[in-house]
């Protein structure tokens, strides 16, 4: 070691997952995998370099532009000035307090979305929300990108929240083991995706089911655009993208016409299907759902559909259904069409049967474990009650004071002067970027807190520095998981960052607001407190939890709170007396038809599941854009997070486009080369893989590049949101529709 210092090796958790981190000196030098994981990620590999880039923003930085005449042009190409922390926060406080008092608290926007660092304490959103509320309050949203959708639709359906339906309810992989025969997969599952899961994963398991899955003899059928959305050795139905709706009504007309549908289960569980049957039927519209009608929209053979149909109906069958289905245009209708198939199937409530969302999505479902309460930050009370579906901020933006409609409600977008963001990228996130890029120069002030110079820092006009979860202590626990960590400080802050936690609190004592924020406490105090909290909390569930101290020493502990055995299945009870255990739906039931869908009149999401193609789609195709483009999540990192490491590994960026090899070869393009891929909305750079595990028509691009083009010509990094298209899933869910998207690629000489 040049300097003479020790290295020292220490643990720490994530998102995805445990790791060990050895440091010399200020910095760290390498990771490893955690012992008692499985399935490491190799995701922690490019941290170091990650947390020790050139790209962390160094100190308090201030658009040129703003500072000197508040100009809101120049977001993306103004140069930034550095300035010390007490001026760069004073000024900063100064136009919070200007914009709430001249326009309210509801023209400011924190919503701020986005993952953030793993750890109880330095939640990046948790903390921006607390300080919002302390100083008058903030235009929130509502859902996730990951769900919004299922988050609006489902609890009509089954009168649950869908969260809680998913982290607490669903089969556990021990039950689907033990009792499922077939497993359709809509989306897939995938290992890949499996690695993360909110606040961390520990021991990563998918891999290791899909093994004993096999063994077993469980019939596993992946169906959607790629083979490679489920381990290997799964049986591959190939879909077009957003058409698994009709696959689903044909699966669904099969059961009923060939006397598979379960009667007794629909009149004791349900309501609602004869209304439904007779669209079904093509009573109500003269077009049968049958097989012979899906095939040509699904692009599947309608045998096939028969065969999957007769053999679901007469084996234990699982069907899941990936988040991905619901982040496209009508994402509510597999949603919902998928708990209907499953109703008409009648194993819901049977341990291994019925349906499930997102498995493999991330990695905690399907594991059970006792749930522990506590280690929360409190985010107080929000006196302004605006909320907008978080996937419309876009939509907010361009149409301030223009009504919309959101699950049943109409109301105004707020006019927005100032938006706060922390711990989320939307220059990587929101659909439409350049469009998205336009919008935001309407506010006045946009203010951000990121460790490093990402797209949205430098769209921002006030950027302070953040550490990063390895130069500050906290806990890392999640629900999902049954080990506990001290995350220890590892390096020092770099630069001059700061935790959003000081930085916040610097600007609530400057606003009239410090004691209210801080309750007189520091960073240690808070850690130490909800840490003794929850260590109450989980005595009196008879967990016993160490003391702080003893977890410092240990750095990590696995707790007793694992559901051994065959346990949890999704509402048995219900499925046992309906009476006496009635769903939270108005009938008590599980919902085929709504009447309060139905009562919000909207077209594209009536009372019944239907059949709604989506705006782009292979239906849809154009000669100017004949191709669907996914845009799943990337395999090598978290969303765009580490992002300035990984883009520094030779021939890493652009990012990698599959490619069917018929599509290529129509487009003279090889394995391995450079193309662009654009449609009306933007175009970016991309390295074509091809492969025949994606279906002929689809192009899959994953998330995670820096959007890197303001003059949006040519993203240079393979952002595929530069071509995704920006609109609500429906009035109903106005969830995220990324997965909505028609484009042409063609060749780029070098
Ligand atoms: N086309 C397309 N787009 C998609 C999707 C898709 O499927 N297709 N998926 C969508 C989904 S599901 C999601 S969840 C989103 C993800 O989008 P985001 O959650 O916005 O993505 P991240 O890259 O995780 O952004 C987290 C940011 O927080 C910063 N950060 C990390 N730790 C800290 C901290 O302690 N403090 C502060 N202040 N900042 C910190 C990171 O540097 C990073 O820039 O993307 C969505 N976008
Ligand atoms: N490594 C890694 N893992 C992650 C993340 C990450 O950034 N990196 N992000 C996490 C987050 S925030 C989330 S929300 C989850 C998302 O989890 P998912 O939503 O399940 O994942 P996606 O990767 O968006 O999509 C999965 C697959 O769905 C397929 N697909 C797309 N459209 C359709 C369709 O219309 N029908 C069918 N049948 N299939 C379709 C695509 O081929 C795609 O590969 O992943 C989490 N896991
Ligand atoms: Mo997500």
């Known amino acids: 070691m040049a300097d003479g210092s020790e290295r020292r090796t220490q643990v720490t958790s994530s998102h995805?997952?445990?790791?060990?981190?050895?440091?010399?000196?200020?910095?760290?030098v390498a990771t490893r995998p955690f012992a008692a994981d499985p399935h490491p990620p190799a995701i922690p590999a490019i941290l170091p370099a990650a947390v020790h880039h050139s790209s962390r923003v160094q100190r308090p930085a201030i658009r040129r532009g703003w500072l000197e005449t508040r100009r809101r042009d120049g977001r993306g190409s103004d140069d930034f000035v550095a300035l010390p922390w007490d001026e760069a926060l004073d000024i900063a406080a100064g136009e919070i307090d200007r914009v709430r008092k001249a326009h309210g608290n509801e023209a400011i926007f924190g919503g701020s979305y986005g993952w953030g660092s793993a750890g109880r304490f330095h939640h990046a959103q948790s903390q921006v929300h607390r300080f919002l509320n302390c100083i008058g309050g903030y235009v929130a949203s509502f859902g996730s990108y990951s769900t919004g959708c299922a988050q609006a639709i489902m609890p009509h359906v089954f009168g649950v929240d869908f969260l809680k339906l998913l982290y607490e309810h669903q089969d556990g992989w021990q039950v689907i083991h033990d009792h499922t025969e077939t497993l359709v997969m809509f989306g897939g599952i995938n290992p890949k995706n499996a690695q993360v899961s909110m606040g961390g994963i520990t021991e990563h398991e998918t891999a290791g089911w899909f093994e004993k899955f096999a063994a077993k003899g469980m019939s596993r059928v992946n169906v959607g655009p790629q083979r490679s959305d489920a381990p290997e050795g799964c049986d591959w139905l190939p879909l077009r993208p957003a058409t698994d709706t009709a696959l689903m009504l044909a699966l669904a007309y099969v059961i009923e016409t060939e006397g598979l549908t379960d009667r007794d289960f629909l009149a004791r569980c349900t309501v609602g299907f004869d209304c439904f049957r007779p669209y079904l039927l093509g009573e109500s519209d003269g077009q049968p759902k049958s097989p012979d009608w899906a095939g040509p929209i699904c692009g599947a053979d309608p045998e096939a559909i028969r065969a999957l149909a007769r053999r679901m109906a007469t084996t234990r069958t699982l069907i899941t259904v990936a988040w991905s289905l619901q982040r496209g245009e009508h994402g509510e209708q597999p949603y919902w069409m998928s708990a209907v198939l499953a109703a008409m199937l009648g194993q819901i409530g049977l341990p291994g049967g019925g349906v499930g969302y997102g498995y493999g999505a991330i990695g905690g479902v399907g594991k059970s474990f006792k749930g522990l309460r506590g280690m929360t930050f409190s985010q107080g009370r929000n006196p302004v009650r605006t909320v907008i579906p978080v996937a419309r901020i876009g939509d907010m933006l361009r149409n301030p004071g223009q009504p919309y409609d959101f699950n049943g409600r109409r109301g105004p977008y707020p006019d927005i002067r100032l938006i706060y963001w922390a711990g989320g990228n939307p220059f990587h996130h929101h659909q439409d970027l350049n469009a998205l890029?336009?919008?935001?120069?309407?506010?006045?002030?946009?203010?951000?807190?990121?460790?490093?110079?990402?797209?949205?820092?430098?769209?921002?006009?006030?950027?302070?520095?953040?550490?990063?979860?390895?130069?500050?202590e906290d806990i890392g626990r999640s629900n999902l998981d049954d080990y506990l960590f001290h995350m220890p400080q590892l390096v020092p802050p770099q630069g001059e960052a700061r935790d959003d936690y000081a930085i916040f609190a610097g600007l609530a004592e400057r606003l009239g607001a410090g004691p209210a924020f801080t309750g007189?406490?520091?960073?240690?105090?808070?850690?130490?407190?909800?840490?003794?909290?929850?260590?109450?909390?989980?005595?009196?569930?008879?967990?016993?939890?160490?003391?702080?101290?003893?977890?410092?020493?240990?750095?990590?502990?696995?707790?007793?709170?694992?559901?051994?055995?065959?346990?949890?299945?999704?509402?048995?009870?219900?499925?046992?007396?309906?009476?006496?255990?009635?769903?939270?739906?108005?009938?008590?039931?599980?919902?085929?038809?709504?009447?309060?869908?139905?009562?919000?009149?909207?077209?594209?999401?009536?009372?019944?599941?239907?059949?709604?193609?989506?705006?782009?789609?292979?239906?849809?195709?154009?000669?100017?854009?004949?191709?669907?483009?996914v845009s799943p999540q990337p395999g090598d990192k978290l969303h765009s997070q580490l992002e300035c490491a990984l883009a520094d590994v030779p021939g890493a960026r652009p990012v990698t486009l599959a490619i069917h090899p018929a599509d290529a070869a129509a487009r003279g393009i090889g394995d391995g080369e450079l193309v662009r891929v654009f449609n009306g909305r933007g175009a970016c750079r991309a390295r074509a893989r091809v492969s025949d595990a994606i279906r002929e028509g689809v192009v899959a691009l994953p998330t995670g590049a820096w959007f890197g083009d303001p003059g949006g010509n040519l993203d240079p990094h393979g952002n595929p949101n530069v071509l995704t298209l920006d609109v609500g899933t429906s009035r109903l869910g106005q969830g995220c529709s990324a997965h909505t998207a028609l484009v042409e690629v063609g060749r780029l000489e070098d």
Request: proline content about 11%.
């Open 16 to 28: 995805w997952g445990a790791f060990e981190v050895d440091v010399e000196g200020d910095r760290i």
């Open 437 to 472: 890029h336009a919008a935001w120069q309407g506010p006045e002030t946009i203010i951000v807190h990121e460790p490093w110079w990402t797209p949205t820092a430098k769209r921002a006009d006030i950027v302070f520095p953040a550490t990063t979860p390895y130069e500050r």
């Open 520 to 629: 007189g406490r520091s960073a240690a105090d808070w850690i130490r407190s909800l840490y003794d909290d929850y260590r109450s909390l989980a005595a009196e569930q008879d967990v016993e939890v160490p003391d702080f101290e003893t977890l410092k020493a240990r750095n990590w502990v696995r707790l007793p709170i694992r559901a051994e055995g065959p346990n949890r299945t999704l509402f048995a009870p219900f499925r046992t007396d309906p009476e006496a255990a009635p769903l939270g739906t108005p009938s008590g039931r599980i919902e085929i038809f709504s009447d309060r869908i139905d009562g919000f009149g909207y077209d594209d999401c009536p009372g019944h599941p239907v059949w709604l193609p989506p705006r782009e789609w292979l239906g849809a195709a154009t000669e100017a854009t004949p191709l669907h483009l």
